[in-house]
């Protein structure tokens, strides 16, 4: 008698792990995958130095490891992944995120129902902190999972693997906002979809310090961003993050309730100071990008 072995199924999603310098907490993000309840193509992307390899060796041949000596910014880290994988979905894993149980096969869902892109809601880490809480409220309020589909953020998306034939790849010069570029692409049957059962974990600063040197980094980022893509005006800058401190209180007010309400009611004056933050981040970075953003849109820049 032949005893066969089935073959596990193939998996139907790929999820890429963005890294750079392969951090501590790379380990708990791939885990995070390798416990989902459907089997998933993984591969991590490292940019930036590191020793991947042996910092995940215990996955063995579940997961693979893709390694850049030279920094990769987020676009350029998920082009690697897509070519590094065959699944019919792909989804995205930064490095200090957390894929909650069902992230991957609530994926598959709703992709399966017909989604072509699916966004996901996020989850704080730390939700006894109040740094930790408020700068997550400040900038991650229409993502929370009680955010209605009207007034929910959608970003944490998974793609159609098709949609890349069909639209391109991510821009790689783009320090973030490369998933917001690379959406408004997409025709409208093709937008993202809501899925507040698709829960992720967002490490968030948990002191003081780190609160204000995490929203000043994103804040010149995003004036980065903005003026690599020609939004170079300071003011249009200012009036978006200015906006940022009443969309989350709007926000938390509406999908709050008890406890969780009044805590983010509290925490009001430290949103502000993340908001204040995030607003110097984008004021001190902008003359410095706006002139760098100039000088790509010289037809001859990709030559010097």
Known sequence: MVLSHAEPPPAELAVVVIAVGAPPEL???VRSLVEQSVPLEIVVVNSGGGRPAE????????????????????????NVGVAETTAPYVAFLASDCLALAGWAENRIARHKRGAA??????????????????????????????????????????YARDLFRRYGS?????????DTEFAARLAPGHKPVWAPEVLTVHRSPATFTAMIA????????TAAARAALGQTRLKRHVRYALRRFVD????????TRGKERRVA??????????VVAYVYGMARSHGVESDRARASRDPLASLH
Do not use: K, M
């Open 214 to 221: 995490d929203q000043y980094a994103r804040g010149a980022r």
């Open 248 to 255: 989350s209180v709007r926000t938390t007010q509406r999908v």
């Open 265 to 274: 009611f509290c925490l009001r004056p430290l949103i502000a100071v993340c």
């Open 27 to 29: 380990e708990q993000a």
């Open 117 to 158: 892109t699916v966004a996901s809601a996020l989850v704080n880490d730390r939700p006894r902190n109040v740094f930790a809480t408020a700068s997550h409220l400040s900038l991650f309020a229409r993502r929370l999972p009680e955010a209605p589909p009207d007034i929910a953020r959608c970003y944490g998306l998974s």
């Open 55 to 78: 910092q995940l060796s215990a996955f063995g041949e579940q997961i693979r490891i893709v390694t850049h000596d030279e920094l990769l910014w987020p676009g350029a880290a998920r």
């Open 170 to 178: 991510f821009l790689e010069d783009l320090r973030t906002s490369e």
